[in-house]
Structure formats: C-alpha cells, structure tokens
C-alpha cells in the first residue's frame, strides 16, 4: 500500500506543478490584455518560436549526400505553400508531416537518387 500511495502522490504533485505553471500568467496578468508588452509578445512570439523550430529541425540535414536534403526542403516547402493557401497552422503542418514521412519511407527516393 505504501508503495501505491506514493505513486499517487507523485501525480498528485506533477498535476499540481502543471496546472499552476499554466494557470499562473493568466492569474498574475489578469487585468492587462491590452498592455503593450503582452501585445509585441503575441504578435512576434509565434513566428519566432517556429522559426528556431525549423532551423532546430533542418540543422543536420546533409545537402552533400544522397537524397541532399530532398524530403526535408520538399515538406518545408510544401507545408509553405499549404499555409499560405488554407491558413490552417495543424492542416498545414500535417501535410508537410505526411509528405515527409511518405518521402522517407519509399522507395521513390532511392529511383531518384541512387
């Protein structure tokens, strides 16, 4: 039993340092919506955030060997071109996701780049 309570307890207090983190801004910055700092943050934060997720995620990608970064400009390409035409962030991304895992994974490459 003892063992069963301090699992319980773990959760317990992972759930409570998950809420409060999450609950803590809007507690605190309650009343400040409109406060110009909280606007610049909103409106530059996002494509920053993504931005070094992409250079993250490219960084290793070797334009020397076989297929030269193929699947990986290919997906971040195409997931451009679907945000620019649906501006939908999750469709958008699960396209460029999907268009890279099919990429990798057959046999088309290989025919490509021997």
Do not use: K
């Not at 409109?34 to 993250?56: K, N």
Request: hydrophobic share 55%; aromatic share 10%.
């Amino acid at each position: 039993m003892g063992e069963l309570s301090y699992l319980l307890g773990m959760i317990a207090v992972m759930m409570f340092a998950t809420v409060s983190t999450r609950a803590l801004p809007f507690v605190l910055l309650r009343g400040r919506e409109h406060h110009p700092l909280l606007e610049y943050l909103g409106r530059f934060l996002p494509p920053a955030v993504m931005t070094v997720l992409v250079i993250y995620a490219l960084r290793h990608v070797s334009l020397e060997a076989a297929p030269h970064g193929f699947p990986e400009l290919a997906s971040v390409g195409l997931t451009v071109l679907a945000h620019l035409w649906v501006r939908n962030a999750l469709l958008s991304i699960g396209a460029g996701t999907g268009a890279y895992m099919y990429l990798v994974q057959s046999e088309i490459l290989l025919q490509v780049f021997p």
